[in-house]
């Protein structure tokens, strides 16, 4: 549980405890982050047929060129 500013306790899973300001803005920054991945996903879908993942994944069988598939599961596992 944690405490809220007029003393009321809500369960930590729908509140999560900010520490400092850090906590705030690195979420922010995630939150913007995933919107222009979202936006670039849309782009690429648009221009050259591709998703991001299949764009990384092009790009990781180039890089390595005589890649097995198994390797490249386990490069996703990371």
């Known amino acids: 549980m944690a ?3 007029d003393d009321r306790t809500i369960p930590t899973s729908i509140c999560h405890e900010v520490a400092s300001i850090m906590d705030v803005v690195t979420f922010r ?6 919107v222009q991945n979202r936006a670039g996903q849309h782009w690429t ?3 050259f047929d591709l998703s991001l993942n299949e764009w990384w994944l092009l790009a990781v069988t180039h890089a390595h060129q005589f890649v097995r598939a198994g390797d490249i599961a386990d490069m996703l596992a990371m």
Do not use: N
């Open 29 to 34: 920054m995630a939150r913007l982050v995933a």
């Open 3 to 5: 405490k809220v500013a």
């Open 45 to 47: 879908d648009r221009k």
